[in-house]
């Protein structure tokens, strides 16, 4: 019974290692919030400038666990489990005392919240989870996989419930998707506004009309995003062509107008009133 229960905690181990790591992979490669590192752990417990080597450290040693785990079946990945979730639970029993307005950072930016009862409770649970795995027997967490049958279902399903009732993050996910801020506050890297613009055809249609393909000017209002460049008109007079890229959804839209040396259209296809706010 308890070989069987055991067994049945290794996908759920091998899940939440490989989540972590992407989590926190993700979280230092978009840096969605400047000194979004600075409240979470265990980057705060570095110098800032080694909190990013210290993330990644952290991602890419859950990645070797798990991987070790999948694809070897000797006790000392077993052992290194064990030990890296004591010692997490031992790190954020430290950051409550020290730092109590910090989050965990075990899933990334999404563990902002400081860390709580919840989220030591899920580190001495995944601690248990990791020693049951010494009961099971020396194989690949690949063949024990393979091998599983309905009878360890029951196991799997109550190892997930009870890590995501100790999972603050649910909250947190949950209160992102409904409260998500608005286009014109949301980050948007100018280069992918630039790839839009590039594959629409209202850019391959007008290309011609370009003397330069590099922008000489761009600038962001609310939710547009907006590229001048210099261009010529039907009549061979110099003008600004001014792209303008709407920066929400999975097709948006993309405006074109021509204005002349003295700042007024001369053509134009429905370009947006220009907005008094830029960044």
Same mark, same amino acid.
């Given at each position: 019974?308890? /070989?069987?229960?055991?067994?049945g905690?290794?996908?759920?181990?091998?899940?939440?290692?490989?989540?972590? #790591?992407?989590?926190k992979?993700?979280?230092?490669? !978009?840096e969605?919030?400047?000194?979004?590192?600075? @409240?979470?752990g265990?980057a705060?417990?570095?110098?800032?400038r080694?909190?990013?080597?210290? %993330?990644?450290?952290?991602?890419f040693?859950?990645?070797?666990?798990?991987?070790?785990?999948l694809?070897?079946?000797?006790?000392?990945?077993?052992w290194?489990?064990?030990?890296? =979730?004591a010692v997490?639970?031992?790190?954020?029993?430290?950051?409550?005392?020290?730092?109590p307005?910090?989050?965990?950072?075990? =899933?990334?930016?999404?563990?902002?919240? $400081?860390?709580?009862?919840?989220?030591?409770?899920? #580190?001495?649970?995944?601690?248990?989870?990791?020693?049951?795995?010494?009961?099971?027997?020396?194989?690949?967490?690949?063949?024990?996989?393979?091998?599983m049958?309905? #009878?360890?279902?029951?196991? +799997?399903?109550?190892g997930?419930?009870v890590?995501?009732?100790?999972s603050p993050?649910?909250?947190?996910?949950?209160?992102?998707?409904r409260?998500r801020?608005?286009?014109?506050?949301?980050?948007?890297?100018?280069a992918?506004?630039?790839?839009?613009?590039?594959?629409?055809?209202?850019?391959?249609s007008?290309t011609?009309?370009?003397?330069?393909?590099?922008?000489?000017?761009?600038?962001?209002?609310?939710?547009?995003? *907006? *590229?001048?460049?210099?261009?010529?008109?039907?009549?061979g007079e110099?003008?600004?062509? +001014?792209?303008?890229?709407?920066?929400?959804?999975?097709?948006?839209?993309? !405006?074109?107008? %021509?204005v002349?040396?003295?700042? @007024? $259209?001369?053509?134009? /296809?429905?370009? $947006?009133?220009?907005? $008094?706010?830029?960044?």
């Open positions: 019974m308890l /070989t069987t229960i055991a067994a905690q290794l996908p759920v181990l091998l899940l939440l290692l490989a989540a972590g #790591t992407v989590a992979v993700w979280t230092v490669v !978009r969605a919030e400047p000194g979004m590192l600075s @409240r979470l265990p705060v417990l570095v110098p800032e080694w909190r990013k080597h210290m %993330m990644l450290v952290c991602a040693g859950e990645l070797f666990l798990a991987c070790g785990l694809v070897s079946g000797r006790p000392f990945f077993r290194a489990v064990i030990a890296f =979730f997490s639970t031992y790190v954020l029993w430290e950051l409550r005392r020290r730092r307005d910090v989050g965990c950072g075990c =899933f990334g930016e999404v563990s902002a919240v $400081p860390v709580g009862r919840r989220s030591l409770g899920r #580190t001495m649970v995944l601690t248990a989870m990791s020693a049951g795995l010494l009961l099971t027997p020396e194989i690949s967490g690949w063949e024990a996989i393979a091998g049958t309905w #009878t360890h279902l029951p196991s +799997v399903i109550a997930l419930l890590l995501a009732a100790l993050e649910i909250e947190e996910a949950v209160a992102r998707l409260y801020a608005p286009c014109e506050q949301r980050r948007f890297d100018p992918t506004a630039l790839g839009r613009l590039r594959s629409s055809t209202v850019w391959r007008h011609g009309r370009l003397t330069s393909t590099e922008p000489v000017d761009s600038w962001r209002e609310l939710c547009w995003r *907006f *590229f001048v460049y210099s261009g010529q008109s039907h009549m110099p003008v600004d062509v +001014v792209f303008a890229v709407y920066l929400s959804g999975r097709h948006p839209a993309v !405006r074109v107008a %021509m002349g040396s003295d700042g @007024r $259209p001369v053509e134009t /296809t429905s370009l $947006p009133e220009s907005l $008094p706010v830029s960044a």
